[in-house]
């Protein structure tokens, strides 16, 4: 099952076409309500990295605007795989 919010991307046609596919190889598309951010686990994600990572939102160029995002996604995927580690340490610790 793939949980999607209602982007105009996984509503489109396109989507809607490839549904009979999916469907035959047995993958569910499960739309999160309207407006209902606290449904999707990679708002809060988003959110950090806008807040966080992404110091500088103003750019001439796309290639710049595109670079910046992809560092700051970067740095967010590593403080994620930091905490992850912890978090396993933590629980191999404990059993």
Known sequence: MIALDNYSVH?????????????????????????????SGIEPVWNDVKQHHLPIRSFEQVADLKRAVDEALARKAQQLQQTHAKTTNIQHSAA
């Open 11 to 39: 509503t489109s046609q396109t989507v809607a076409q490839a549904r009979p596919q999916l469907a035959a190889a047995n993958v569910q598309l499960l739309y999160l309500a309207r407006y209902s951010p606290e449904q």
